[in-house]
């Protein structure tokens, strides 16, 4: 029994032996096992991020895309607001041309004459004024004392029929050039 006893004691050594070299590794692996959660848990937290990065690449593309897409319709509206303001104003101007004293009307006979325009001309009353004050400026007919005055030759006395005594100005003239359209 001796011997047995003897072979019993060393396998129970080496047993004991072993389970200490096992003890030694799962206490070593259980140091690595929390170097190795964390390490984990960081890899995971580093994807989380990645993903999030990805979905914020992906949100900021959007917002470049819409932001692009607002100006341009602001931009367009603008625009179509510039167009329909400018056919506006020119509506306004053409009304205010075809209306008083801008409407084009048919001259007399001794208006034709006078500026050398052919029988039946239509003019606008601004456009015969234009042309009368320009026949005064070369004649040299305005009072040289008072700049409003006209001194009306024989030609332009015919025209509007004055009397010796009235009394032409650049104020009066309209009044005097009133017969002269039909």
Request: proline share 2%; net charge negative; charged share 35%.
């Amino acid at each position: 029994m001796t011997e047995e006893n003897n072979k019993d004691l060393e396998t129970t050594e080496e047993v004991e032996e072993n389970i200490e070299d096992d003890v030694e590794d799962d206490d070593s692996n259980k140091k690595l096992d929390p170097l190795t959660e964390l390490s984990d848990q960081f890899d995971e937290i580093c994807q989380e991020v990645a993903s999030i990065k990805v979905s914020i690449g992906s949100v900021m593309s959007k917002l470049r895309l819409y932001k692009k897409l607002v100006e341009k319709t602001l931009k367009d509206s603008q625009k179509i607001k510039r167009q329909k303001k400018k056919n506006v104003d020119t509506v306004k101007v053409d009304s205010v041309r075809s209306s008083g004293i801008h409407k084009p009307a048919e001259i007399s006979v001794d208006l034709c004459n006078f500026l050398n325009k052919p029988k039946n001309t239509i003019m606008a009353r601004t456009d015969v004024t234009k042309e009368i004050h320009a026949y005064i400026r070369e004649n040299k007919l305005q009072d040289q004392n008072s700049k409003l005055r006209i001194n009306a030759d024989a030609k332009l006395k015919k025209l509007l029929r004055l009397n010796d005594n009235e009394e032409l100005t650049f104020l009066n003239l309209q009044k005097y050039l009133n017969p002269q359209f039909a």
